[in-house]
């Protein structure tokens, strides 16, 4: 059994993150999101299943079809990463603005 994938792993294609984008406001079959690209059903079908190891997507089989739709509740990990840099940046502005200011006041 393979390992699950990791989220940063599969947000670092940009075809993958436009896939995460599509499904995030709607469910589409498999070939509608493949409507959508400008690369073969193959390359969709590899992208689709990475998204899924790693929990952003999930395809449920109605009939023939497989309706896709976005799990974003796993891009949290993402979230809570890029938080502390963004905490990191502000505390870093914060003291140049502090800076600034006091170099101005002389």
Request: charged share 25%; net charge positive; with cysteine.
């Amino acid at each position: 059994m393979q390992a699950r994938r990791d989220v940063f792993q599969a947000i670092a294609d940009p075809t993958r993150r436009a896939i995460i984008g599509l499904l995030a406001g709607q469910t589409l079959t498999l070939n509608a999101v493949a409507e959508n690209f400008k690369i073969s059903q193959p390359a969709v079908s590899k992208h689709m299943r990475i998204l899924t190891e790693c929990g952003l997507v999930m395809i449920v089989k109605q009939g023939r079809e497989r309706h896709c739709s976005a799990r974003l509740q796993a891009l949290q990990e993402v979230a809570q990463w890029a938080e502390q840099y963004r905490l990191f940046w502000n505390h870093k502005l914060d003291k140049l603005e502090d800076l600034l200011w006091n170099n101005t006041e002389s």
